[in-house]
């Protein structure tokens, strides 16, 4: 079982970090999807345990941070550990690659980690896939569908229920498409 002291503190860290920031194409606060990922997590490694179930819990709280705001990693290092940080490092995307090349470094670096950290990012993108913002393309829609593909093949071997989920997500995903 995960730690509620850890939760709480990499709970708190979040929240002060992505303060004012909000879910893109709503007003909610961005913790929302944060708390999302985290809480798709637990449920999963309840029912299909991981062996570090802290870091799982952890990374799902923090893996935006470093990509998301101007948090450095050292930071993450010294206040959660060396384990959290290089989940977090994987989890965040490259900006200074190219745009076509980000997920598969990101998706190669995060097969390099523990099965803790394909985990969060499996559920990630479950939670990311719900009815997208009303502005984006048909062509960006797909896109984002093939991405989720991609993802699955790298990453359900981690976790056969988060794979189903996923599996689950991506077709109910083609409702809107057009
Ligand atoms: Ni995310």
Redesign the pocket.
């Known amino acids: 079982m995960w730690s509620p002291e850890r939760y709480q503190a990499s709970l708190r860290f979040a929240a002060e970090r992505h303060a004012g920031q909000t879910v893109p194409g709503t007003h909610l606060p961005y913790l929302l999807?944060?708390t999302s990922?985290a809480g798709e997590v637990m449920r999963a490694i309840v029912l299909e345990p991981v062996a570090a179930p802290d870091l799982a819990v952890v990374c799902a709280l923090l893996?935006?941070v470093v990509e998301d705001t101007p948090t450095p990693l050292a930071e993450i290092a010294a206040r959660f550990g060396d384990d959290v940080a290089l989940g977090v490092a994987a989890?965040s995307k490259d900006a200074a690659l190219a745009k076509a090349q980000q997920l598969d470094d990101s998706l190669r670096r995060i097969r390099a980690c523990p099965a803790e950290i394909w985990v969060v990012k499996l559920a990630?993108r479950i939670?990311?896939l719900q009815e997208p913002p009303a502005h984006w393309s048909g062509d960006k829609r797909r896109r984002y569908r093939e991405e989720a593909r991609q993802i699955h093949a790298a990453l359900a071997p981690a976790h056969a229920l988060l794979g189903r989920r996923l599996d689950e997500r991506i077709d109910a995903y083609g409702a809107f498409l057009t």
């Open positions: 999807h944060v990922v893996h935006d989890l990630d939670v990311n």
